[in-house]
Structures are given as structure tokens and as C-alpha cells.
């Protein structure tokens, strides 16, 4: 470092505003009046906040915009507050830059209720967003707009339209990604095939979009003789300034102002005659980053940027395979931490994928660009190479092991890891002779097993937050994992946004009992969404079996229930009283009764079925025995069920 004294700095810089972030420092828009206004939203009422909009987007059916220097006004009193995220029912755009008063119920953004699911707080914080307000009334205050910023907004709507109309529907979302930065189009399916396939950097602005831009404009401007001997410069320069316009249109993403803030400092090196150097380029761009938000500090994505571009700046004189290799092992502990899993096959599929991407890009701009018959010439390739890109994606996740649900390993794990990597990559190093460096390749294997093995010991019951219904996981000491119910009537998307983050979290990657115990839509929605991700082969998680009570009569909830559970592929069990299920541990044996869990089956009962079926009182019941634990799970038993519920256990 002491060649590269700035670096040093930086990077010192950045563990100084780290530990300052620990005690709340440097303090928020709003942190002095946080507390009262907290206190004030307590019991939900209307409230008016006024603020200048900092972005508008519409979508089909809504729209929704970001209130910046936002003041809350309530019973005479003001209050300086963070940026309100106000979400209308209808697709109405406000201009960038004008001054409106919202009315409504303004709430604070809440937090994860349970491990694993995404912090939506932390996540709108990044962005300086604290609060959210749906469906208020709306008064213009001032009709002055920022001309600059509402001008990029109309350039990027209008070409968000164009896509649209150049693009079949499931390319569009990918192009509007790609190009826009805007996944509004994108369908929850093929969001999911790219991010098990490990290239949802794709997706985004990412710094190869940035890099492939900005190196294509400077070349291709260096040509044009407008500049006379100065060429290279007035090239460097504009390129400069159309990547910095390019980063506000899209939205400012980590990774692009990372790849902005770099590609200027080589483009403003190459202007003053100076030699561009990489480290210290990355660690200015990291402080610069940190200083506008500190809080980037603890972010996944700008971790990851991070962590990519320094590994291809230490590992860019190896092969393509090796630095693939080495991204991939010194990334995997920030993927694994903060999605729980990983794609296996995600250093191939980015061998193949990567070098597509420079022809995606131009063709998916002309196509856009020009639009109609012409557009239609260069929007073709790009619609060809997405849907090959598509179809490796599907091949890879079809084979065995393409992805792997490992939980979210600890500190320690992640620190031993990082040591046994670095010894690792130091031995191969010192390897000369390429044959026995090659061989010591597949040692990273065990090393990767340092991080993902778990070992499991007891039984553990897990009661998730889910609003207004029910769920369980259980974990059973033999392995096994099974789910009891899983619903909600508050929570829209609880099995993708609750349920199955926290199976991933937990490293379940396999459920091999779902229990059912009635068809209320408050224990079914969630196990609904589960089922049909694994239909359509959305998620990496499995499912073995699906018990349901036994019924003479059997209602539409209930068929459209096992027929989903045949398209799933799972096998379907009948209940009743009496029945009961054996969970031994492992290695116990079945001479250890003691050491085994027990499910004994206290509902329904067949003999006490009336016509109408009473769902509720023939739900399923059980008794759970682990040695001296006992667990009674009742569902939402009533009536004769409950009668006979109570006479079992008696």
C-alpha cells in the first residue's frame, strides 16, 4: 500500500465512516424528530406531507412516485422527514422537480418479521426512503420541473414504449433491464431462471454494461477526426459525460457509479498524461460511493461489485476459465450469506453468456432506437441470442445439482473460509508448472464444503410471522423437513416473500412432508405458491410429500389441492384419526423409540363427517412426541372435531 498512498487513504477513509455508521453516525434527513414521529404514526390517521418529486413511474394499472426534502405536517406542527414512496391506483406521471401535498395515512417501512426475508426497510433507507403513503390526495403546489432530470425521465418512458412495441413480451422485459435498468416488464419466471442460472448481473446496469458502452463510444468516437491532434482527449471527454447522463437515465445503481466513477478517473488519466492505476481507481470509487451513503457499506450488491471488479484487476493476466473460478469462489460467501444458495454451474453458463453480451446490447439499442421495419433488422439478433441465452439457462438448471440451498453461514465460517482461500490461491501461485497447478483445482471443492455443510441435531419448530393465518417448519434430528400449513389473509406473496426465504435461510432445500390441515385460504395461499414454483421449476427447493385430510366430500379447493400436487410431482397422503407418522434420528436405530419424533394422527375422523362438510372441525390434528417434549398442533379445529380431539388425548 505504500506505493499506493491514495488507495491506503481511501480505504482507511472507509473503516473510519464503517465505524462511524455503528453509533447512528453521520445522522439522517429526519433523525432528530424520528422518535416523535414515530409516536405520532402509532394509531393510522391522516396526515399531509408535501415534497418535491425526485422520480415518477407508471405502470399499467399504477404508478407511484418519490417525494424528496419531504415535511410532515400534523396538528400545526412540522416535521423534516425522509424521502415517502406514495403509490397511486392509476397510471398518472408527476414531472421531475414539481412541489406537491399528499393526504392520506402516511406509515413508517417495516422491517423482516422472520429470518431470511428480504429487508425491504434497510432496502428503501439505501435510497433514502423512510416512509410510504398509498392512495393519498394529490395537490400540485408548484408546477416548475427540473428540466434536465424530468428530460431524461420523458426519453426513458418513450423508450420504454418503443421496446415494447419492437420486442416480443417475454424479450422486452429483458431488453427494458438491460439498456433501462427498468424490470417492470420482466415476468416473475424469467427472473428466476436468471438468477438460478448465477447471471442476474445481467439484469441490471452492471459495470460490464457500463464498460461495454463506454470503451464502445471512445473507440468509436476516437475515430472521428473532429478533435485534430487531440483526438484521444475530446473523445475521453465526452464519452465521460454521456456515461455520467447514462448513470442518472438508469437510475444511479451501485455497480454504476462504481463503473462511472472508474471509467472517468481512466479517461481523466489518459487526459492529463497520467498512468491509470486500477487499486487505486477502485478504492476512490468505494470512498465516493460510501461518503454519499455509508450505509452502501453493509450492502450485498455493492460488496459484490466491489469484490468482482478487484478480483478481475488482481486475476486479469490468468486464463478465463481461472478468473471465472476465482469470482466465483471469492464472491460465493457474499451470495451464499445473502440469498442462501448458489447456481454450481454459474461459472460456465457465465463463459458462454458474457461474451454474447456486447452483441445484445447494440443490437437490443438500434432495435430500439430505430424502431418499425428497420428496428425490426437489428432487434432480430437480439431476440435470438436472449432466447439461446435462455435456452443454456433451462439446459443447466435441468441437470443434477444445478443449485444448491445451503442457509446463511455464520461470521466464522465465512472468515475460515477466506483464509483457506487465500492459502489456497498462494500455493497455486507458487505452482509453476501448469499441469499441478490444474490439479489443484479441484480442491476447491472441500473448500467450498467449509462453508455450506451443515450439521443438525434435535428437533426445532419453527412459527413463522405470516399476518393473519398459519405456518410451521419443523426440523426434524433425523433430517427430514416438513412444512404444517402455510397461508395468510394479510400478507400478499407469503410463500415467495415469508415462507420459502426462510427455508432457504434455514439451508431446507427440500420439504419432505407438507401438511395441509384444511383448505381455509389463511393455511393454503402460501403452500399454493410454494407448489406451483415447484411445478414450474422456479425454485431450487423440492417437495416430497403432500398430507391431506381425509374427506368423503371433497370440495373445489381441495381437488385444485391434489391436482396440484400431481403437477409438482409430489405423492399425495389421506389422513385420519389414528394414524401416525415415525421420525427416527440418525443412527438411532428403531429399537430407540426415545429418539425418535412421533406424529400421532388425532384428526379428522371419518365417523363424525357431516354433509356439508364442516373443513374446520375435520381439519388435521396431531400429537408430536420427541422424549420429553410434546407439542399439540390443532389447526383451526372446532365443533365434533375438537369433541374428539380432546376425547384421544384423555
Known amino acids: 500500500m505504500t506505493r499506493r498512498p491514495l488507495a491506503f487513504l481511501c480505504l482507511l477513509c472507509i473503516v473510519f465512516i464503517a465505524a462511524l455508521t455503528l453509533f447512528g453516525l453521520p445522522p439522517e434527513r429526519g433523525y432528530r424528530d424520528r422518535d416523535t414521529v414515530s409516536s405520532l404514526l402509532e394509531v393510522p390517521r391522516s396526515v399531509s406531507v408535501t415534497g ?6 407508471v405502470q399499467e ?19 423534516a422527514i425522509s424521502n415517502v414512496k406514495i403509490t397511486l391506483k392509476v397510471p398518472v406521471r408527476y414531472a421531475v422537480g414539481v412541489r406537491v401535498s399528499a393526504v392520506g395515512v402516511l406509515r413508517g417501512i417495516e422491517g423482516p418479521t422472520n429470518p431470511g426475508q428480504f429487508d425491504k426497510a434497510f432496502y428503501y433507507r439505501l435510497q433514502g426512503v423512510g416512509y410510504t403513503m398509498s392512495s393519498p390526495e394529490i395537490t400540485v403546489i408548484s408546477s416548475h420541473a427540473k428540466p434536465f432530470r424530468e428530460t431524461l425521465a420523458i ?21 427494458s ?40 463510444m471512445y473507440r468509436l468516437l476516437a475515430l472521428i477526426p473532429l478533435f485534430r491532434k487531440n483526438r484521444k482527449r475530446g473523445a475521453g471527454l465526452i464519452s465521460a459525460v454521456f456515461l455520467v447522463v447514462y448513470a442518472v437515465f438508469t437510475g444511479l445503481s451501485v455497480a454504476t457509479v462504481r463503473a462511472v466513477i472508474m471509467f472517468v478517473i481512466m479517461r481523466g488519466a489518459s487526459f492529463c498524461g497520467r498512468t491509470y492505476d486500477p487499486p487505486t481507481a477502485i478504492a476512490l ?10 450505509l452502501y457499506i453493509y450492502y450485498s450488491g455493492f460488496i459484490l461489485s466491489f469484490a468482482a471488479v478487484s478480483v478481475i484487476t488482481v486475476f486479469r493476466e490468468r486464463s478465463s476459465l481461472v478468473l471465472g ?17 448458489f447456481s454450481t454451474y454459474s461459472v460456465l453458463i457465465n463463459l458462454i453468456v458474457i461474451p454474447l453480451m456486447p452483441f445484445i446490447l447494440l443490437f437490443g439499442l438500434l432495435g430500439t432506437l430505430l424502431g418499425g421495419g428497420a428496428g425490426g433488422i437489428f432487434s432480430c439478433p437480439a431476440i435470438f441470442l436472449l432466447r439461446m441465452i435462455m435456452k443454456v439457462l433451462d439446459f443447466f438448471r435441468m441437470l443434477p445439482y444445478a443449485n444448491f440451498i445451503v442457509g446463511r453461514p455464520g461470521v466464522g465460517r465465512i472468515v475460515l473460509y477466506y483464509a483457506l482461500l487465500v492459502v489456497f490461491i498462494y500455493i497455486s501461485g507458487r505452482t509453476r508448472t501448469r499441469k499441478i497447478r490444474f490439479l489443484l483445482y479441484p480442491f476447491a471443492v472441500p473448500l467450498i464444503a467449509v462453508l455450506v455443510i451443515r450439521v443438525r441435531s434435535g428437533l426445532s419448530l419453527h412459527f413463522l410471522d405470516i399476518g393473519q393465518g398459519d405456518c410451521c417448519v419443523m426440523e426434524m434430528p433425523g433430517g427430514q423437513n416438513i412444512l404444517v400449513d402455510g397461508g395468510s389473509s394479510t400478507v400478499y406473496d407469503v410463500g415467495k416473500e415469508r ?33 406451483e414454483a415447484v411445478r414450474d421449476g422456479e425454485t431450487a427447493i423440492k417437495a416430497g410429500k403432500l398430507v391431506l385430510p381425509y374427506l368423503k366430500e371433497r370440495g373445489e379447493a381441495y381437488r385444485e389441492m391434489e391436482k396440484l400436487s400431481r403437477e409438482a410431482g409430489m405423492e399425495t397422503l389421506y389422513v385420519k384419526s389414528g394414524d401416525s407418522f415415525s421420525f427416527e434420528e440418525k443412527g438411532s436405530g428403531s429399537g430407540h423409540p426415545d429418539r425418535s419424533v412421533i406424529f400421532t394422527i388425532l384428526g379428522p375422523d371419518p365417523e363424525a363427517e ?34 374428539n380431539m380432546t376425547r384421544l388425548l384423555r
Open 610 to 643: 357431516s354433509s356439508p362438510v364442516d373443513e374446520n372441525g375435520q381439519c388435521i390434528t396431531f400429537a408430536l412426541k420427541y422424549g420429553d417434549f410434546d407439542c399439540l398442533m390443532t389447526g383451526d379445529v372446532q365443533n365434533a372435531g375438537e369433541a
Open 499 to 531: 415462507i420459502m426465504p426462510f427455508l432457504k435461510y434455514e439451508g431446507i432445500g427440500t420439504l419432505d412432508y407438507i401438511f395441509v390441515t384444511h383448505m381455509d385460504s389463511d393455511h393454503t395461499s402460501g403452500v399454493i405458491e410454494i407448489l
Open 285 to 294: 470509487a468505494a470512498l465516493l460511493i460510501v461518503i454519499e451513503q455509508p
Open 325 to 341: 473460478l476465482f469470482l466465483f469462489l471469492f464472491t460465493l460467501p457474499v451470495i451464499i450469506r445473502s440469498y442462501y444458495e
Open 155 to 175: 426519453i426513458r418512458e418513450t423508450l420504454k414504449k418503443r421496446i415494447r412495441m419492437s420486442f416480443p413480451e417475454d424479450i422486452a422485459g429483458l431488453i
Open 52 to 57: 418535491e418529486v425526485l422520480r415518477s413511474e
Open 177 to 216: 433491464a438491460m439498456i433501462l435498468g427498468d424490470k417492470s416488464l420482466m415476468s416473475e419466471d424469467i427472473r428466476a431462471v436468471f438468477s438460478m442460472g448465477g447471471v442476474s448481473h445481467m439484469l441490471a446496469i452492471s459495470g460490464l454494461h457500463i464498460s461495454l458502452f463506454g470503451e464502445g
Open 61 to 79: 394499472d399504477y404508478s407511484y412516485f418519490i417525494l424528496r426534502r419531504a415535511v410532515l405536517s400534523v396538528e400545526s406542527q412540522h416535521y
